[in-house]
């Protein structure tokens, strides 16, 4: 699955500008992140229609797309151990996480940039662990 990354200024009004264009574009917004410094942002995005939001958001903000990875996860302590244990065992660095919401928005995932996603992947499939 890929995610949506933009950089925008850190002012009040840009991520209400960013879930505005997603809104008129009909894209939902299914997970989101935000890191922030003291001039710029962060903005990270899993949505339900990754082509039309990247178009129109290109055409307001300089938008970056990177693969990741989601899994669906239990809402139970204990749950993202396991998984980052499982890839701690198996090198694979986790660079940043978040929590989303599923596809059919029944139930959470966890979102995943990861050192080498194509391995984290593997990983999942490996031991039959559900992701999109």
Not at 68 to 79: A, D, H, K, M, Y
Not at 114 to 128: F, K, N, Q, Y
């Amino acid at each position: 699955m890929k995610e949506l990354s933009l950089i925008l200024r850190n002012v009040p009004g840009q991520l209400a500008q960013v879930a505005d264009t997603c809104a008129l574009a009909q894209v939902n917004i299914r997970g989101l992140c935000v890191a922030e410094t003291e001039h710029i942002s962060l903005l990270r995005l899993v949505v339900d229609d990754f082509e039309t939001a990247a178009e129109a958001l290109g055409e307001r903000f300089h938008v970056g797309t990177h693969e990741v990875v989601e899994l669906e996860i239990s809402n139970r302590p204990g749950t993202l151990s396991r998984v980052a244990k499982l890839f701690a065992e198996e090198g694979v660095n986790i660079d940043y996480a978040y929590v989303a919401v599923s596809p059919d928005g029944t139930h959470g995932t966890v979102v995943l940039g990861a050192g080498d996603v194509e391995r984290a992947r593997s990983i999942l499939r490996e031991r039959r662990i559900k992701f999109f």
